[in-house]
């Protein structure tokens, strides 16, 4: 594992974050959800364990909200900062914001997801593979459809 701390916040300053472990699996999503979640064309996620991430401050000042069929979303109630999106078919581990890491850039973005549901005018110059929904390999897809 990394020596360094993972750890994160919000805009405001309320919440803050600590990582038990090196995330993992980061990725840009295109899906309408994350584009309105968070207001900009894509969002990068990566994966931890949920026992990994630790709430170190304003944990009470978290708000959750269905964001689709099988997942939710959760963010800070004071400034509106996405931070997860927990997927209910796979418990063990959730997603979270890449960008409110305190150094956002050690945790690179692998690959691209719902590329079908992108927005034209925004083309990312990477040469990352590009899936038009959920990679392949993801675990639990069995009645999962996020809106595109």
């Not at 584009?35 to 900009?40: D, E, H, I």
């Not at 509106?80 to 945790?107: K, W, Y």
Request: contains cysteine; negative net charge.
């Amino acid at each position: 594992m990394d020596e360094k701390p993972w750890t994160g916040g919000c805009a405001c300053g309320a919440v803050r974050y600590a990582l038990l472990s090196a995330p993992f699996d980061a990725g840009w999503c295109h899906c309408r959800t994350c584009q309105l979640n968070s207001g900009a064309p894509a969002m990068v996620f990566a994966s931890v364990a949920a026992s990994k991430l630790v709430w170190t401050k304003g944990e009470d000042r978290l708000k959750r909200f269905q964001s689709s069929s099988f997942g939710h979303r959760v963010f800070c109630g004071d400034c509106g900062t996405p931070f997860l999106m927990e997927v209910d078919h796979q418990p063990e581990t959730v997603d979270f914001s890449v960008a409110t890491l305190d150094e956002p850039e050690r945790a690179p973005p692998g690959f691209h997801i719902f590329w079908g549901s992108r927005i034209g005018w925004f083309e990312p110059k990477d040469a990352l593979p590009r899936h038009e929904r959920f990679r392949p390999d993801t675990r639990g897809l069995e009645g999962t459809e996020p809106p595109t």
